[in-house]
């Protein structure tokens, strides 16, 4: 047996029979998609954790024929970084998708996120009181019977350029938000990688003890409130140290065209 490659294709030689693998020529963001679950559901098994960790495809910069393709493959949970982005491709998109809002949110821009996305499943990236009671308030005015899902955002390496709670602070934060925001529901907390997507094990560890941290404070058991971390450089490290959440990206879509994005944010955004 063996395998030849070439003008996209693959060739897999054995005994007498050709086998032709095109499907990551003609649809690569879906033989990309599968690879990846893949190796989600491996490093979830190895945690002992099998089919608990949620994949957020991450589609910033990405145009909506590559979205569909992964959308066609099965996948249903979407992650963008860009309030306007996320608004010009939600109604290009089919309505059971759930959209995760990964990047920083500007509090006078909650407004237009939450009505302009009809099926937003979660905002990842609280990182204050005050975003928390305009969330809230919003989605009051939507009158929305279930409340939102949020992640609190926690900068797990001291970095001035990211956005996030210190870890210190966590736990006024997020008790702020299982109080005082009844229309918001506390799932858990979030965390950003280094530039090449990837985080040391420190960062993971932090994020715990945040989450454990905030259990205790709110009398809830720990597993009862997610961790999202892991982005394309180091998600099966992440999940094999407890994440529910990974986002990813690049690893799906390809390289990012960095010049079809809105204008560079003054600190990091939350990438794949």
């Not at 005994?15 to 690879?35: H, I």
């Not at 949620?54 to 569909?68: N, Y």
């Not at 210190?166 to 529901?185: F, G, Q």
């Not at 965390?191 to 809830?220: H, W």
Request: charge should be neutral.
């Amino acid at each position: 047996p063996g395998v030849w490659r070439g003008l996209g294709l693959s060739l897999m030689l054995s005994g007498n029979r050709v086998v032709f693998s095109v499907m990551a020529a003609e649809r690569p963001v879906a033989a990309a998609l599968q690879d990846v679950l893949t190796r989600i559901g491996q490093a979830a098994l190895r945690s002992q954790r099998p089919g608990m960790v949620r994949l957020v495809a991450v589609s910033k910069t990405k145009p909506v024929p590559a979205l569909l393709e992964a959308y066609e493959a099965g996948h249903r949970v979407f992650g963008e970084n860009y309030v306007q982005e996320l608004l010009d491709k939600v109604p290009q998109m089919p309505s059971d998708i759930q959209w995760h809002f990964i990047g920083h949110l500007q509090s006078n821009k909650v407004k237009a996120v939450v009505e302009g996305v009809p099926n937003l499943a979660m905002v990842e990236t609280v990182d204050s009181t005050k975003l928390a009671d305009k969330l809230n308030k919003a989605w009051e005015a939507m009158r929305k019977t279930a409340p939102l899902p949020i992640l609190v955002q926690v900068n797990t390496s001291g970095e001035e350029s990211k956005y996030g709670v210190e870890p210190s602070d966590c736990v006024p934060v997020a008790v702020h938000v299982a109080r005082k925001c009844p229309h918001l529901r506390l799932a858990g907390f979030m965390t950003i990688g280094q530039q090449d997507y990837t985080s040391r094990p420190e960062n993971f560890t932090t994020l715990a003890k945040c989450r454990d941290d905030v259990a205790a404070e709110l009398g809830m058991q720990p597993d009862q409130l997610e961790l999202s971390m892991g982005m394309s450089g180091d998600f099966e490290q992440a999940v094999e140290m407890g994440s529910n959440n990974v986002r990813i990206g690049s690893t799906i879509f390809g390289a990012r065209d960095y010049s079809l994005k809105p204008a560079i944010p003054k600190k990091a955004e939350p990438s794949s």
